[in-house]
């Protein structure tokens, strides 16, 4: 199974910051790595997909880069709504795993 | 609009039986593959199981194998997943998911169960 980590754990950060999340693949998986934004209480919502694409309706201040092991996702300006919990996900091979997520906070 | 809706989740006791159902509308429902993933209390997402459009392919993550059966019925528009031999350790939010580009791209609300004596 390919274990995917993400760092930090955790993170608080200002509106206007930007924020970098990075996700490492135990193994190459390609460019098959999307990211998922979860708020309390709801299901997760695709942000990113195929490592770079953003999915259609997700603000522009988000991105995504990398390949093979080594993700990253960036929010280049930090707004109050951006403060949820963000997870990784390898669909290169199955399992398809998903990081342990990343919870961003607000100063 | 894409609608998943997922139903069927409750308390059982371990070693019981429970079986979820989710709902989709909005889309040519057997144009896509699909897949459940459950998420326990506080904790992260792990996926469950998935299944083409056709049903010819199937997928199960080891720690349901055996105990767990993914099923959808195209004609109704409906996924499904019987679960068996359940433990304290299946609790969780259970979420279907259509699958799109390599990725997950609509999800249901999601449906609890707790196992639990």
């Known amino acids: 199974d390919i274990q995917m980590t993400q760092s930090p754990s955790s993170l608080s950060a200002s509106v206007g910051d930007r924020v970098t999340i990075t996700c490492r693949a135990s193994?190459?998986?390609?460019?098959?790595l999307n990211w998922y934004q979860q708020k309390p209480g709801r299901a997760p919502k695709l942000l990113i997909y195929?490592?770079?694409t953003l999915e259609s309706g997700v603000p522009s201040r988000f991105s995504g880069s990398g390949s093979t092991t080594d993700f990253t996702l960036t929010i280049s300006s930090l707004q109050p709504e951006d403060s949820a919990t963000y997870f990784c996900?390898?669909?290169?091979?199955?399992?398809?795993?998903f990081g342990q997520g990343t919870k961003v906070e607000i100063k | 609009e894409v609608q998943l809706v997922e139903s069927g989740g409750g308390l059982v006791q371990p070693g019981g039986s429970l079986r979820l159902s989710c709902a989709a509308s909005?889309?040519?429902?057997?144009?896509?593959?699909m897949h459940w993933v459950r998420q326990a209390p506080g904790k992260g997402l792990e996926w469950v199981s998935g299944?083409?459009?056709?049903?010819?392919?199937?997928g199960y993550a080891d720690s349901v194998k055996g105990r767990f059966t993914i099923a959808r019925d195209n004609a109704k528009s409906s996924l499904f997943l019987q679960m068996k031999s359940l433990r304290a350790e299946d609790t969780a939010i259970y979420y279907c998911?259509?699958?799109?580009?390599?990725?997950?791209?609509?999800w249901g609300q999601g449906t609890l169960v707790t196992v639990s004596s």
């Open positions: 998911a259509r699958h799109g580009s390599w990725s997950f791209n609509y």
């Open positions: 909005g889309f040519t429902f057997d144009d896509y593959a």
């Open positions: 299944i083409s459009w056709n049903s010819g392919s199937i």
């Open positions: 193994q190459s998986s390609n460019t098959y």
């Open positions: 195929a490592a770079s």
């Open positions: 996900q390898q669909t290169y091979s199955i399992p398809w795993t």
